[in-house]
């Protein structure tokens, strides 16, 4: 019997830096005290929010660090969960790191990032006799450099890991790196074509279908939603299409059904930092498809973890079990 979920992909080191503003090029701004040191990365942030939302949820994990400080402190900071599974883990070359400058009045974060040891992991280091868990999550799509190449019979060579999970009877699940540019359209739906759970964000669906999401101003074009989804499923997708903004989360089923939940309102002064937010929803929906909850749930659940990583600077500092995120979750709603 399958077991567990297995999250594969970029470890990283974020060093997160509070400013006041981001300058314009040539001008100066000023870094706050409380320069703050954390893991990142999907496998990091998911792996982690995985493993908070249910002690006894057996969470595994595959990827490349490097031989280094920063390895050691990745792996002290998965080694506090009984329930992660690091033994996937190889050590070869310097570790990836993401320096984050995150503004004080507005929330949103820049980031720069070093690839690192991540750019090296390939199809060859998923030992499939050593994968037996229910679901597969691999992320991020345009960062991992080596899955990332084209690939003659799969189209990349992250398309035909998942290709290859999904014969053994793996579910599938991805996510995708925000950037802009040709690069998705090479890279992106060749995975979806191998993707049981596509979970992104509103700009990531918007590069991968071609639809807008979002106008010149900013605003969301939430009447276009249910047609990016629908489109999802052309490319591949095959059971649940989900899409979260910070208005929201978004879905539909393989039979067609939409969901849409709005965003909960957070009191002032609850949201401490932004960093990992995708990742915290993205660890929810997973968790509520393996406990085989319907779409509706699981986009609740993820709203709900997301929430709760907004309260700390960190990814996952705020995390909290799933009983206990519903919590915060009906509270504000």
Known sequence: MKDGICVAGNLIVDVQYQIESYPQKSELT?????????????????????????????????????????????????????????RQIKREGTTSFTVVMNESATKTRTYFQYRGANAKLSEVDFYWEEINTKILHIGYILLLDALDQPDEEYGTKLAGVLARAQRKGIKTSIDVVTEVGHRFEKMVPPALKYTDYCVINELEAQEATGKQLRD??????????????????????????????????????????????????????????????????????????????????????????????????GATEGMLPANDAMKIYRLYR
């Open 30 to 86: 000023t870094i706050k005290n409380g320069v703050l040191r954390s893991t990142g990365g999907a496998v990091c942030n998911v792996g982690i929010g995985l493993a908070i939302l249910d002690k006894n949820l057996q969470v595994y994990t595959l990827g490349i660090i490097g031989d280094d400080a920063e390895a050691d402190f990745i792996e002290q900071q998965l080694e506090q969960y009984e329930n992660i599974d690091i």
């Open 216 to 313: 010149n101003e900013g605003n969301l074009l939430e009447a276009n939603m249910m047609e990016v989804l629908q489109n999802l499923f052309a490319m591949g997708v095959s059971t649940w299409a989900v899409i979260h903004a910070p208005e929201g989360g978004y879905g539909m089923d393989r039979d067609g059904c939409y969901i849409k939940r709005s965003s909960i309102s957070l009191p002032e002064g609850f949201i401490k930092g932004t960093v990992g937010a995708g990742d915290a929803f993205c660890s929810g929906v997973l968790y509520a498809a393996y406990k085989d909850m319907d779409l509706a749930g699981a986009i609740e659940l993820g709203i709900a973890a997301a929430s709760c990583s907004l309260s700390k600077e």
